[in-house]
């Protein structure tokens, strides 16, 4: 009795307290029992900014406490789940096939589904349809080693439907908890997570995400009876929302996650009855020492048996430090093959194991790069990356957070970030994905570590340089030459080694630009990382001038023009994250037939944003029988701020105009 007045005041406090949001409809009060449909939950509706929704979560209830595991009588969490959508449109469908991602290990410990139910409701005749789960519309996916995907389909899904989902999880893996987002895809009237902890266990909460403050109403310790056999009290906390609105994809973020309101969970401390209370990440000098005593981690870099017997052969007497530093990368991106996953730990306890199987994580690749460079005594570091896909990471102890690790080593006044997961990545130079703004350096040895910024110091520019004579029969001839710098080069090596051939490489690249034939390509500098990539082609264009009259329009920015401002939003909310400073210069010179002259130039111009954070300009130069036109697009920054997005729009938007604009020439006779 005492426990289910606990949980009616925790609901009405939650209730009581919460802010509305963009919508107008009102959560339904309901008691959150499975199959039990309320007739008004038929009739609910998108309305105002999401008046366009495929579908609506009703309701997404979750609920985190603990247990005595039975096979190794310690303890394991339980995470429940109940949510319920309205069908609104065939967009939603989707959401009726629904999965649940289990970690296993390789020491036993793993996730179960230990309860599933799910159905469909539909109304009929005034009558309410039910249709449940069936057996054969449940699969079981090996995703890889560490994680099996349990999928569900649910019939009889049309609009108008209403469906819900029911499971349970049971998990060993107690040191993160299942977190929980308060905000999707679709509008949420209602989303609450309930999480028990015992009193033994010390949680460090982080709490995240942009714009839609989430409420924690109750922070109360109560008797953890369902504990069994353990005298426990436990700390309980209720986070809840209501009337999210639909979470928009915006382009140029990290990843929408960032901006998620949610919640997560990662083990600080334990203290059991008659024990010291035992720390392991409450600072990062905690996670630093944590980590260099890891048999994974700083011990696999410590392990120098193979760097002995190899360094002679790579290093040859070399002397100078920087070029040391590329020889053993060099050595390492070419004995070693990424297998596209991110880790923090090697996943064996030597260099020599990881060499032997030739192919490994970023943890594998990079913690025995560093192993080499402490054996040749060139100070290097590891530095803990949260990749952009991962999120950002929070800035305070919490190891969960990252996913990724990198080497940093400083020569002279430079830091030269070490990568040796893609064989086009030189010295000092980051992938995408790790271009996080920030990473952490740790100094094992002395248990210090701080915050680095990488933001990339290697410009990143393509250049594009066409020399054309322009027939009367509106025939374009001549050269393209393309060069690319920085990450534009990056991209381009990809590219080009992820195509099967030459021939395939080209038919991708005309397969856009209507009218281009191409012959004689030449790619020169492919596998010289220091120097500029450079591309030269001999080009026919043809259909890209158009005839009425005695005139003839062309526009001579042809297939570079950027057609679209992917700024659409008259508002942002997010930053505008680049990654990186990107330039983009053109150079177009047309010579035109003497029966030709000019009879309207477009006007050039310089634009540029506050603090020429951002430029564009483009201008036209005649002599002759020659038409010149150089334009540039620069943007300075990686990343800009929301209050920073209207003057962005503004610029490309005055990109796709201007570099649209037509010459006009006029025949003579």
């Known amino acids: 009795m005492q426990k289910n007045a606990l949980k009616f005041l925790t609901l009405m406090l939650c ?52 247990e005595i595991g039975q096979s190794l009588g310690r303890f394991v969490y339980v995470f429940e789940r109940h949510i319920r959508y309205k069908i609104l449109n065939k967009n939603g469908y989707d959401l009726a096939n629904f999965k649940v991602e289990l970690y296993k290990s390789n020491n036993f410990r793993k996730e179960d589904l230990s309860f599933m139910d799910a159905a469909t409701y539909n109304m009929v005749d005034g009558k309410m349809v039910t249709s449940k789960l069936n057996k054969d519309a449940k699969f079981t996916e090996e995703f890889n080693k560490n994680y099996v995907i349990k999928k569900f389909a649910l019939p009889n899904v049309k609009e108008g439907s209403i469906i819900e989902f029911k499971y349970k999880i049971k998990s060993d893996f107690i040191f993160t908890l299942r977190g929980w987002r308060f905000q999707s895809s679709v509008p949420t009237l209602w989303s609450e997570y309930n999480v028990r902890i015992p009193e033994y266990l010390t949680y460090k909460n982080n709490l995240s ?40 994809e915006e382009p140029y973020v990290t990843t929408m996650d960032d901006y998620t309101p949610k919640i997560g969970f990662e083990l600080r401390a334990i203290q059991f009855p008659g024990t010291l209370y035992e720390d392991f990440n409450g600072s990062w000098s905690k ?4 980590l260099a005593m890891d048999e994974k981690f700083g011990g696999f870099i410590n392990k120098n048996s193979y760097a002995k017997s190899v360094l002679p052969g790579i290093l040859k007497g070399e002397k100078d ?37 030739k192919t490994g994580s970023s943890a594998d690749i990079n913690l025995s790069l560093l192993s080499l460079l402490k054996e040749a005594k060139i100070e290097s570091y590891p530095v803990l990356i949260s990749t952009r896909e991962n999120g950002e990471h929070p800035g305070y102890p919490l190891e969960s957070a990252f996913n990724n690790v990198i080497g940093v080593t400083q020569i002279g006044n430079t830091l ?30 002395n248990n210090d570590g701080k915050w680095l910024s990488t933001e990339p110091n290697i410009p990143s520019e393509k250049i594009f340089v066409y020399n054309m004579v322009l027939d009367k029969e509106h025939k374009l001839s001549g050269t393209i030459n393309q060069y690319s710098k920085g990450y534009a080069a990056l991209n381009l090596r990809n590219k080009y080694r992820t195509t099967n051939n030459e021939t395939e490489f080209v038919k991708n690249f005309k397969k856009d630009k209507t009218g281009l034939e191409v012959s004689a390509y030449k790619i020169d500098n492919l596998d010289n990382l220091d120097e500029l990539l450079t591309e030269s082609m001999d080009v026919t264009i043809e259909d890209n001038v158009e005839e009425a009259g005695n005139l003839v329009y062309f526009t001579p920015l042809l297939f570079e ?25 053109y150079r177009i010179t047309v010579n035109f037939p003497e029966d030709y002259e000019i009879d309207k130039l477009p006007k050039g111009g310089i634009y540029k944003l506050r603090e020429e954070s951002g430029t564009f300009t483009i201008n036209y130069i005649a002599e002759g029988k020659t038409l010149m036109v150089k334009s540039s697009i620069n943007v300075n920054k990686s990343l800009y701020t929301p209050e920073e997005y209207f003057d962005l729009k503004e610029l490309f938007k005055t990109v796709v105009e201007k570099q649209a604009e037509q010459i006009v020439f006029k025949k003579k006779g």
Request: glycine share 4%.
């Open 209 to 248: 995400g942009y714009y839609y403050q989430i409420d924690h109403p109750l922070h109360q310790n109560l008797d953890a009876s369902y504990l069994s056999g353990v005298h426990s009290t436990a700390v309980y906390d209720k986070y809840c929302a209501a009337n999210v609105p639909a979470l928009k």
């Open 561 to 585: 023009r950027t057609k679209e401002n992917l700024f659409k939003l008259e508002q942002r909310k997010f930053p505008v994250d680049f990654a990186y400073p990107f330039k983009e210069s």
């Open 321 to 357: 430090t920087l070029a040391a530093v590329k020889l053993i990368l060099n050595y390492v991106k070419n004995n070693l093959k990424w297998n596209k996953e991110y880790a923090e730990y090697a996943k064996e306890t030597s260099p020599k194991s990881i060499f032997e199987k």
């Open 416 to 445: 030269y970030y070490l990568d040796a997961t893609d064989k086009d990545l030189p010295a000092g130079m980051l992938d995408y994905e790790n271009l996080s703004h920030r990473g952490f350096y740790i100094d094992l040895k």
């Open 287 to 290: 996670i630093i020492n944590g």
């Open 15 to 66: 209730i009581g307290v919460i802010t509305t949001y963009a919508q107008n409809t009102q959560p339904v009060k309901r008691e959150f029992k499975f199959g039990k449909i309320a007739p008004t939950e038929f009739e609910v509706k998108a309305s105002g900014q999401d008046s366009s929704a495929s579908a609506i979560k009703l309701f997404d209830v979750g609920d985190c406490y603990f």
